[in-house]
């Protein structure tokens, strides 16, 4: 018989040895953090060159200057150079000028929720590490924001990797019944869902942070079920939903960032969805994996439906992420996908791109950058793609609601 194999940590389990590697990774962690964001630091955003404001807005840099000139809409920074420049919060304070000034075009620039618009629910999801769902979750939310929209930020993965994004270090800045947990969990200590709806630095967007405390309800949930058999209004999967329901006058679209699993959290998650973006890399083996991923969501939506609830999807579409539109291989399965998919897969990739992954080691989307920064041209190859695939899932909300054919 083999022995078996002892981990070299002198003073107790591998429990410890574990514990221990992991206790040191945070710490490093944590010290490089402070390096790039202080403590007393408060992550911020760049302003807005008015060339920029003007392709985000939609209308002509000359026609901001002569706004600006004429006194009307909010008052940009004028540089030492004379280069006039919008925080994001008064890039909304435009859109609703211009909403009120140009009445036929308020939809344009002002597409926030009307009277009987439905919450937009959007989850994204995929069973396959590695598929950007968490890339894809943080630059839609934002690109949202940039547009005018009220956005929800839910990171419902306990790794809350979205969370990082967005300046927090989980294991120490989200304290206890402080992530979606602390609003769907089954016991007394339940929190109304606003108290786990912060405001994040990125105008426009709120969010709901994650760490591993998520877990507890995977492990919560089963118990509960054994112990509350037949009481129907407190089933598992309509608990997301119920909170997100609680705050729905505040925000157009809530966007949740599923975890790499298909259990109690992301059966919630696509019970409260109203569309769902299915990411998927193109490789077979992770087209293979996105398979399985369909299959055992089928079963697992029929038994809820079967358990009364209500899947009301607007849309199911699937994103092709990290795609190298060079590598002939990657291009034959985008083909495929195409072609077993049809319209149901978006005609935008999201491009594999360094400018993304250098930008995400100081925990930055590249909105946040200015093109200089990571070198001009990489940087518009890498926001041409990402606003093509926002400017679609943007396009699939206003079809929802009525706006477009």
């Not at 989980?170 to 912060?198: C, H, Q, S, W």
């Amino acid at each position: 018989m083999a022995t078996p194999v002892r981990l070299g940590f002198q003073n107790g389990s591998t429990a410890a040895w574990i514990s221990q590697r992991a206790e040191a990774l945070s710490a490093r962690l944590r010290a490089v953090g402070e390096l790039a964001f202080p403590p007393s630091a408060q992550k911020s955003l760049r302003s807005f060159t008015s060339g920029e404001v003007a392709e985000i807005v939609g209308v002509s840099d000359g026609y901001l200057r002569q706004l600006s000139l004429d006194g009307l809409g909010p008052t940009p920074d004028i540089g030492a150079s004379g280069r006039r420049s919008y925080t994001l919060t008064q890039i909304n304070e435009l859109r609703a000028f211009l909403a009120s000034s140009r009445p036929k075009e308020s939809l344009k620039f002002w597409p926030r929720r009307r009277p009987g618009d439905k919450l937009q629910v959007l989850t994204v999801a995929n069973f396959k590490g590695g598929s950007a769902k968490t890339t894809t979750s943080l630059y839609l939310a934002q690109g949202l924001a940039l547009q005018g929209f009220r956005v929800l930020a839910i990171d419902l993965d306990p790794q809350a990797s979205l969370s990082s994004m967005f300046g927090y270090q989980p294991e120490f800045d989200i304290p206890e019944n402080a992530t979606l947990y602390g609003a769907i969990r089954y016991d007394e200590r339940r929190v109304p869902m606003k108290d786990v709806v912060r405001q994040s630095y990125f105008s426009g967007i709120s969010i709901v942070p994650g760490n591993l405390e998520l877990m507890e309800f995977e492990h919560q949930t089963p118990r509960h079920m054994l112990n509350n058999r037949g009481a129907a209004e407190d089933l598992f999967f309509r608990r997301v939903a119920a909170a997100i329901e609680q705050v729905e006058a505040d925000f157009d679209v809530v966007v949740i960032d599923c975890p790499p699993q298909l259990g109690f959290l992301t059966m919630g998650a696509l019970n409260a969805a109203t569309g769902m973006i299915v990411t998927v890399h193109p490789q077979m083996v992770d087209v293979a994996s996105m398979s399985q991923f369909l299959l055992m969501t089928s079963d697992l939506l029929t038994v809820i439906e079967e358990a009364g609830g209500a899947l009301e999807f607007d849309f199911m579409k699937f994103l092709i992420t990290r795609h190298d539109p060079r590598d002939v291989p990657e291009q034959e399965i985008v083909g495929l996908l195409r072609d077993i998919f049809g319209a149901d897969v978006l005609a935008a990739t999201a491009w594999k791109s360094t400018a993304i992954a250098n930008a995400g080691l100081t925990k930055q989307s590249l909105y946040e950058l200015s093109r200089g920064s990571v070198g001009r041209s990489v940087y518009d190859r890498a926001m041409e793609s990402v606003n093509a695939v926002n400017r679609e899932v943007i396009e699939q909300i206003a079809r929802v609601w009525g706006r477009v054919p």
